[in-house]
């Protein structure tokens, strides 16, 4: 059970600068205290939850990458790959997708509300879920938001016709 999304289209970026900041927030983000409140996996037991986890991620797993400095790891075990692009005065630009292109949703929205305090604005993740609902989530002024498409238009110009230019002159009609 679950809901498969894809990512077809990304730009992310973090200041350089931020780097240690980000490792702050996630570290408060994967805290026992915010794990059990903001975390919608878990074990049950007797008619409650009797551990919290953040869907589809492992606490310790992320809290190692985190000691670690390793924000490449800790996208990966938020289920997002992280490619580095480049660096240009003084930020750091990613390509970042949901791993092996298409994965379940869990619960990265927690996660990129709480780092949006040092993502760069204008950064966002272009969504499809496998519905075929759109939306984007985008990065501004330290927020996070979700916006959903409302409508999707594609419109051509003029034609422009493409010659094929026959060298063999002996063959005109072929």
Do not use: C
């Not at 990065?139 to 026959?166: A, C, H, L, M």
Request: no cysteine; aromatic share 14%; net charge negative.
């Amino acid at each position: 059970m679950g809901y498969y999304i894809q990512t077809p289209q990304t730009h992310f970026a973090i200041r350089t600068a931020d780097l240690p900041r980000f490792f702050d927030l996630v570290s408060n983000l994967m805290s026992d205290e915010n794990v059990e409140e903001n975390g919608h996996g878990g074990s049950y037991a007797d008619g409650g939850k009797t551990q919290s986890w953040y869907s589809w991620v492992s606490t310790d797993a992320v809290r190692r990458a985190v000691a670690d400095r390793d924000i490449v790891a800790v996208f990966d075990h938020w289920g997002y790959e992280l490619d580095f692009i480049n660096e240009d005065d003084g930020v750091t630009t990613y390509r970042l997708d949901i791993r092996d292109g298409d994965a379940k949703i869990g619960d990265e929205e927690t996660f990129f509300a709480a780092i949006a305090p040092v993502v760069v604005d204008g950064s966002f993740l272009d969504v499809r879920g496998e519905d075929g609902a759109e939306w984007r989530w985008m990065w501004e002024n330290g927020r996070f938001y979700s916006q959903d498409v409302e409508s999707k238009t594609i419109n051509f110009g003029e034609p422009n016709e493409i010659v094929f230019q026959n060298a063999n002159k002996t063959k005109e009609n072929v």
